[in-house]
């Protein structure tokens, strides 16, 4: 059994690494204890229910049934989807070179050091390794799990992956990655050859527009495609490589560097234009957070509790307030959670509180009792 796809059908992919790094077979996975999930790095409780139930099964009814490959005359796998996929294609730089002047066993051992970093750093930001092909790697954001921010994922993975590979010794010096990024539809899921060789495949253009992209990086390079640059705004800062000619494809194509990490306010703000539409169809929300305000202005200090799913206007909403408080007296404090340290990223939370303590005419640095 292969434990890497037991917890991806657990949504807990993130910690293949540790259960690869610390031997866990099919034979020792039954045996594990909540003390040794924590020593394996599962700090979450959640997780560790989670796991302990599925291991629980898996020692009742043994491991799943693995599929078997289909005849070549087979039709498609009823289980491929058609998806939006975010595709990054990782490559050593200078690999060739590399090869000449390394022992084979100690090239062995730098490419399993390079496909670890990549395995780990992938795994952090939710990502699945699709394939190995010697120095290249190919990994899917949006497959088999899906979330609202792949493309983002895919991004600071690249950019995660370029430092992480730069401090890894190849012989006489660092090696150096070139990475490409393309988002677009796909049709995933569909098992391609046999035995030791099957592989979930892919169709479409985005792993190829992938791959080119990956060839024309400078080493230690990120370099995304338009689709994945719309959808990650201005979350991170870039450089304009223009239209490039790209085998395969009729028309140029539009490409960036991505240089590093943005300075953003927060990411509503880095994901929009600075001109918002209207907010329309929250003006029993609005007449609540107002009310809220004016109880805070009187001293009687307030929490409001803002959640739901993504993508339901809850930043807009709070942007809306925060043009009616404009022209009052308040400070306004905001935090930000981050999407990729947390155990569970089901939507945001907005808190509304000391923004009201400066309001009421308080020093928002005193503590004046509960009502503060």
């Keep these: 059994m292969d434990i890497e796809p037991w917890l991806q059908g657990l949504g807990l992919e993130r910690y293949v690494p540790a259960?690869?790094?610390?031997?866990?077979?099919?034979?020792?996975?039954?045996?594990?204890?909540?003390?040794?999930?924590?020593?394996?790095?599962?700090t979450s409780i959640g997780h560790r229910r989670k796991l302990l139930d599925a291991i629980a099964t898996f020692a009742a009814e043994g491991p799943a049934t693995t599929a078997k490959a289909a005849p070549p005359d087979a039709p498609a796998s009823a289980c491929a989807e058609r998806r939006q996929l975010t595709v990054l294609f990782c490559d050593l730089a200078g690999s060739t070179a590399l090869s000449s002047r390394l022992d084979p066993e100690d090239l062995r051992e730098v490419l399993g050091a390079y496909h670890k970093a990549v395995a780990e750093v992938v795994a952090g930001f939710g990502g699945y390794v699709a394939k190995y092909m010697g120095d290249g790697v190919l990994v899917y954001f949006g497959y088999p799990r899906a979330h609202e921010d792949d493309?983002?994922?895919?991004?600071?993975?690249?950019?995660?992956?370029?430092?992480?590979?730069?401090?890894?010794?190849?012989?006489?010096?660092?090696?150096?990655?070139?990475?490409?990024?393309?988002?677009?539809?796909?049709?995933?899921?569909?098992?391609?050859?046999?035995?030791?060789?099957?592989?979930?495949?892919?169709?479409?253009?985005?792993?190829?527009?992938?791959?080119?992209?990956?060839?024309?990086?400078?080493?230690?390079?990120?370099?995304?495609?338009?689709?994945?640059?719309?959808?990650?705004?201005?979350?991170?800062?870039?450089?304009?490589?223009?239209?490039?000619?790209?085998?395969?494809?009729?028309?140029?194509?539009?490409?960036?560097?991505?240089?590093?990490?943005?300075?953003?306010?927060?990411?509503?703000?880095?994901?929009?234009?600075?001109?918002?539409?209207?907010?329309?169809?929250?003006?029993?929300?609005?007449?609540?957070?107002?009310?809220?305000?004016?109880?805070?202005?009187?001293?009687?200090?307030?929490?409001?509790?803002?959640?739901?799913?993504?993508?339901?206007?809850?930043?807009?909403?709070i942007a809306a307030l925060q043009e009616r408080l404009s022209s009052e007296p308040h400070i306004g404090l905001r935090y930000f959670c981050s999407l990729h340290h947390c155990d569970d990223d089901q939507g945001w939370v907005h808190y509304l509180g000391r923004l009201a303590i400066a309001a009421s005419g308080r020093n928002p640095g005193v503590d004046h009792g509960p009502h503060a």
């Design 19 to 42: 259960f690869r790094d610390n031997d866990i077979d099919a034979e020792v996975l039954p045996k594990l204890t909540a003390d040794d999930l924590i020593g394996l790095g599962v």
């Design 151 to 317: 493309a983002e994922r895919a991004v600071r993975a690249g950019l995660a992956l370029a430092e992480r590979i730069g401090r890894l010794e190849g012989g006489p010096g660092a090696l150096a990655s070139r990475i490409g990024i393309a988002t677009g539809l796909v049709v995933v899921g569909d098992l391609v050859g046999t035995g030791e060789a099957q592989e979930r495949g892919v169709v479409g253009e985005t792993p190829n527009l992938a791959a080119r992209l990956q060839e024309k990086a400078p080493a230690n390079g990120v370099i995304i495609a338009e689709a994945t640059r719309r959808l990650v705004g201005n979350l991170f800062e870039y450089l304009d490589l223009g239209t490039s000619e790209i085998k395969g494809l009729e028309a140029p194509v539009a490409v960036w560097q991505v240089l590093r990490p943005g300075i953003v306010g927060s990411r509503f703000e880095a994901m929009r234009s600075s001109s918002l539409s209207p907010l329309v169809g929250r003006d029993a929300e609005m007449e609540l957070l107002l009310r809220r305000w004016e109880r805070a202005k009187e001293g009687e200090g307030q929490i409001v509790l803002i959640s739901g799913e993504p993508g339901i206007g809850k930043s807009r909403l």
